[in-house]
């Protein structure tokens, strides 16, 4: 058998409109929104940067300019960063992977939504995904937003057609496959669900820091917890 390539790439999904948190995104996108003095989405380049993902891709729509220009090309934090731009109408979260893997070298994949601040260790996701496996999730606590979760698991697998028990925290590893042929516009919740009932995704549960910055209310709590540590 051989052996399996590790996750080398990362990509930040960053094209949502962010309508919950108008009005700070009416002209800010909302990966730029300020966490304790920092944009969000910085806090990702940074810590996939020490985890070892140099290689690093940004999908974005509405305002995503401002995004490159914050960012330009990642070698002020030790990356390099190709950007996939969506214009104005935003592909979902499968259809913007599927469109940003033209930069894509290896899989799997590392897949992060901009809009969560985590202290999740990137560096343990650096590993091959299993021969028979598609994807791999990262699941957390269900938020009070959020109370009746995604997902199920047992045994590091996700377990379907079982009452959800956790979230998905919005960082996975996947690979191409788990897409098949679809193009345009599509969710990615559907794919994952399809391939839990073949048995073909597993997660592990982290219990560690995790917000989804989803508010301008999250986000204001968030930073005054911040300000007091």
């Not at 939504?113 to 999730?137: K, Q």
């Not at 998905?168 to 098949?180: E, P, T, V």
């Amino acid at each position: 058998m051989t052996a399996q390539p590790h996750a080398s790439q990362a990509l930040i999904l960053a094209a949502g409109r962010g309508e919950r948190m108008r009005p700070l995104t009416d002209y800010c996108p909302k990966p730029l929104l300020e966490v304790a003095g920092k944009p969000l989405i910085q806090y990702h380049v940074e810590r996939l940067a020490a985890a070892g993902f140099t290689r690093l891709i940004i999908n974005h729509a509405r305002l995503g300019e401002q995004i490159e220009a914050a960012l330009g090309t990642g070698e002020d934090f030790g990356v390099s960063i190709h950007y996939s731009p969506e214009g104005d109408n935003p592909m979902e979260t499968g259809g913007g992977i599927v469109h940003a893997w033209r930069w894509v070298e290896a899989e799997p994949l590392l897949v992060v939504n901009a809009d969560v601040f985590t202290d999740y260790p990137f560096a343990r996701l650096r590993r091959p995904l299993a021969d028979d496996c598609l994807a791999h999730l990262v699941l957390v606590d269900n938020p009070p937003h959020h109370p009746d979760g995604d997902f199920a698991m047992a045994a590091d697998q996700v377990v379907p057609d079982t009452q959800p028990q956790l979230t998905f925290s919005g960082i996975g590893l996947y690979r191409r496959a788990l897409f098949g042929t679809a193009t345009g516009a599509f969710p990615l919740a559907p794919l994952l669900h399809q391939a839990a009932a073949r048995s073909q995704v597993s997660a592990e549960y982290y219990s560690g820091a995790w917000v989804d910055v989803g508010t301008p209310e999250r986000l204001q709590r968030l930073n005054q917890k911040l300000q007091h540590h």
